[in-house]
């Protein structure tokens, strides 16, 4: 089975730091690491390719530094990397990043099956992976929480809905998005990384994708952000000692 | 002003326990908040002639903070930062003693301080630190509880020690109130012995004045009784005096700059000896900061409580033909030295007769933190399993060791244990600081009749420790439990000697009383 996964760099940590004196978001680029859904999806992606063969892709878009991330998603297990990069995709929103994504999947030769975790920790939109499987016209599972079964043309997956669970059995080719805790990733051997050093990290420009100018980067994005803040903590916990919660609870409700 | 003063049995049973499981009984409890309340409690201690157990967060492993009569004074309420300084290039804080392990970390990492304490020029410091390469505080005794006053009092150590060394080199101040209510403030640097004769002053212009024991210490990893040798920076007899001494109130904590590629690796092997000969080999590595052992008994023991569920389920999952792991912690200049050591380690993995294959690297925080969760989740366990035991059988108690050897003693050691516990018979499990030769060989007895069988085992091994050249305590302190090994290790002249050391600066013999060794004499309790 020929798997793709999406992959994205994120900044490491949700906190943000802002200089004392500046007032400005100190950030340190240093520290970024891949999308922690993204990397549930490619152990899932490798579980599969170990039960059933096949190859697993990470694709990723983004600044030639995020092939580091790609490499380690080889040392991770999966088989080939590719990185699209180029000035011109810069500033897209999801809508076309979903759609470049779309482009990439395409001149890759298409595939059996795409992952891509649920939501990546910067944006929270969760948006990538419902449109990526509209530009390819495929159908979508999101909120993946078990993958039961895969053959040659079909998945069945358990999802996460607001009323519960529900099972899921769909036609190959799909796109799925998984949760978090869906399995746990692996860590990379010393072997695996000894393998990502002399793995190829195929890098791609928007040229070779055919894709339509006025539908990525800045240009393709119609979304428009105002403003950026971080969001600011409210609220502190309260101690009780077990002897005097009854109490305490009683204080509390009455402060409320 | 005794108003904090409360009658024992209305605080929490937690109280007359350390981690170490055993317990004791106290008259009256006393939770610090500043240091006026300290010389309340110990006037109020004077007063009624009682005992004064200090304590932090209880996390001790050797009954040292288990109250012995008398008054609990806890700290753990004192828990501020008063201030920062810069000397030559590093960051000091002053921290009180009940700070937490966990809020330090936090602080430093998030550079987000509680300035409230800070004067003009601390401010100034913590500024600079805020835009300044990123600090840490290398002592990591594992459990984030502990405070830092504790790890003081037993001069605590951990994992990275193995690099950095235990806590008495990341201290560079300590304030201290002794039982009559005077302060000895010391700063790394400015106090010395002359040859074993001391004198340490006080604030208001008195002095202690003192003879420190004579022993040489081993040239190993160690905690056990007080630091002492001729000449020495008096700062370090107040580091690891186990609460015998004075009430630290305040220490000056050293950072250091966090090493830019800070990864982790875990080398698993199917044999024992390979695991061995691998941390032979592999010590001659510079950028190791820790090496860390986990035997077959600690690793099958993880296996029950990862397939219980509970908290552990996220672990990984260890293959049944893994027999033992060793974690190597790199800390590198960048991440091309990283990956240099890594790769080293990765031959070293295959010589010993382990496999590339076997390993888990951590190269970000989140795949290290779970390294660091599964390398704690080994202790928890087993202290688990032993709150499950004493369920039905409440007199048992965890039994551990803490013994350090010189590195050409490994081998030796490692075969010592395993034909002693196969002789006893008792369930074990092996971990700890291999990097220092230093094993916590703990073992799990089912009944009375095999803790006593286990006892007498350990007493013999701090004999043969002893005579490796060893420590019987390399960092846990040897607190009440193991008071007995002490005298194994240093013999009863030398016992003597730090005896009367302690009676110069607690003559009435009231301060952490059963720590270390008896009074000698009926002791009071
Ligand atoms: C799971 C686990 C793993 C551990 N691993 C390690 C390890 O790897 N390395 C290691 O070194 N330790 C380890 N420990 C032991 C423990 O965390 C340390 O010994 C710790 O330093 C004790 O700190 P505390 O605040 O809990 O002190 P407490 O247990 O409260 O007290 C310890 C001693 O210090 C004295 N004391 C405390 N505060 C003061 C003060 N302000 N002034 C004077 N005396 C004081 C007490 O009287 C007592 O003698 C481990 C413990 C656990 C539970």
């Known amino acids: 089975m ?22 400005t978001i100190i950030r340190d680029s240093s520290k970024a690491v891949a999308n922690p859904f993204d990397v549930t999806a490619v152990e899932a992606a490798v579980q599969i390719r170990e039960k059933h063969g096949g190859t697993v892709t990470a694709l990723s878009m983004g600044i030639p530094a995020t092939e580091k991330l790609l490499r380690d998603e080889i040392a991770r297990g999966a088989d080939k990397a590719v990185l699209l990069t180029d000035r011109v995709f810069a500033g897209a929103d999801t809508l076309a990043t979903s759609y470049t994504l779309a482009k990439a999947v395409n001149t890759l030769g298409g595939a059996d099956l795409i992952l891509c975790g649920k939501m990546a920790t910067d944006g929270d939109t969760a948006q990538i992976g419902p449109e990526l499987s509209a530009w390819l016209d495929v159908p979508c599972v999101t909120d993946v929480i078990e993958i039961k079964e895969t ?48 793995a190829e990290v195929r890098l791609v420009k928007a040229a070779e994708l055919g894709a339509d100018p006025s539908r990525i980067g800045l240009d393709g994005s119609p979304t428009q952000v105002i403003r950026t803040f971080p969001q600011e903590k409210k609220g502190e916990a309260v101690k009780i000692e077990a002897d005097k919660a009854a109490a305490a609870v009683m204080e509390l409700w009455e402060e409320l | 002003m005794y108003d904090l003063i409360q009658s024992a049995d209305k605080i929490g049973a937690e109280y007359l326990r350390d981690e170490s499981r055993s ?9 610090a908040k500043n240091e006026e309340d300290v010389l309340n409690a110990l006037r109020f201690a004077n007063e009624k002639d009682l005992n004064v157990t200090v304590q932090g967060g209880r996390t001790g492993l050797a009954g040292a903070a288990v109250p012995y009569g008398g008054l609990i004074l806890n700290l753990s309420q004192m828990d501020r930062i008063t201030g920062m300084e810069l000397q030559d290039g590093k960051y000091i804080l002053y921290a009180q003693p009940g700070v937490v392990l966990l809020k330090l970390r936090k602080m430093i990492a998030s550079r987000k301080l509680d300035t409230g304490l800070f004067d003009e020029s601390s401010l100034g410091i913590y500024n600079r630190f805020f835009t300044d390469k990123e600090q840490f505080f290398p002592t990591d005794p594992t459990e984030t509880s502990a405070t830092v006053g504790g790890m003081a009092a037993c001069n605590a150590s951990g994992a990275r020690s ?92 050293i950072l250091d700059p966090l090493p830019e590629a800070v990864w982790g690796s875990a080398c698993l092997f ?90 888990w690297v951590a190269r970000n925080q989140s795949d290290l933190d779970g390294l660091m969760f599964f390398r704690h989740a080994v202790p928890e366990s087993v202290n688990m399993n032993i709150d499950k035991l004493r369920k039905t059988q409440p007199s048992l108690t965890k039994m551990g060791t803490d013994m350090s050897v010189p590195d050409d003693k490994l081998f030796d050691v490692m075969e010592m244990y395993r034909r002693d516990i196969e002789k006893t018979g008792v ?35 701090a004999k043969s420790v002893t005579s490796m050249g060893g420590a019987v305590s390399a960092e846990h302190g040897v607190g009440k439990l193991k008071a007995s090994f002490l005298e194994i290790m240093y013999g009863p002249e030398h016992i003597e000697e730090m005896r009367s050391l302690k009676r110069t600066f607690d003559p009435e013999w009231k301060l952490g009383c059963g720590n270390l060794f008896s009074k000698g004499e009926e002791e009071k309790a």
Not at chain 1, 4 to 17: D, H, M
Not at chain 1, 151 to 175: F, M, S, Y
Not at chain 2, 295 to 309: F, P, S, T, V
């Open chain 2, 427 to 461: 369930r074990s499990a092996i971990w700890g600081h291999i990097g220092n030769n230093h094993l916590h060989v703990n073992l799990l007895p089912s009944s009375t009749e095999e803790a006593g069988r286990v006892k007498e085992m350990f007493k013999e091994w």
């Open chain 2, 23 to 31: 317990t004791g009984h106290a008259e009256y409890a006393v939770f």
């Open chain 1, 151 to 198: 053959d040659d043309r079909h998945i069945v997956c358990v999802r996460n809905t607001d009323a519960g669970t529900e099972t899921v059995k769909v036609e190959l080719p799909a796109v799925i998005t998984v949760v978090k805790n869906l399995t746990i990733p692996r860590l990379p051997s010393i072997a695996g990384i000894r393998k990502s050093l002399d």
């Open chain 2, 270 to 359: 199917e044999r024992e000896k390979d695991a061995l000969s691998f941390v032979d080999k592999v010590r001659g590595e510079k950028n190791i900061a820790s090496l860390e052992y986990f035997d077959k008994g600690a690793l099958e023991i993880l296996r029950q409580q990862k397939a219980n569920g509970s908290a552990f389920a996220s672990l990984p999952d260890v293959p049944k033909r893994i027999e033992s792991i060793v974690y190597a912690e790199l800390h590198c200049r960048d991440e091309e030295e990283a990956l240099g050591s890594l790769l080293r380690i990765g031959e070293i993995a295959e010589l010993a007769g382990g496999n590339e294959k076997d390993t």
């Open chain 1, 2 to 23: 020929n798997i793709i996964v999406c992959v994205k760099q994120v900044p490491s940590s949700n906190e943000v730091r802002l200089d004392p004196v500046r007032k």
């Open chain 2, 162 to 253: 193995y690099r950095y060394g235990a806590m008495r080199r990341h201290v560079s101040s300590v304030r201290m109130f002794l039982m009559d209510g005077r302060c000895v403030n010391v700063k790394r640097g400015e106090a010395f012995a002359n040859g074993l004769k001391a004198s340490l002053p006080c604030t208001d212009g008195s002095s202690v004045d003192f003879t420190l024991p004579s022993y040489k210490m081993p040239e190993v990893k160690n905690a056990s009784g007080y630091y002492a040798a001729p000449d020495m920076d008096l700062i370090d007899l107040l580091i690891g005096s186990d609460g015998t001494l004075g009430v630290i109130v305040e220490l000056g904590l």
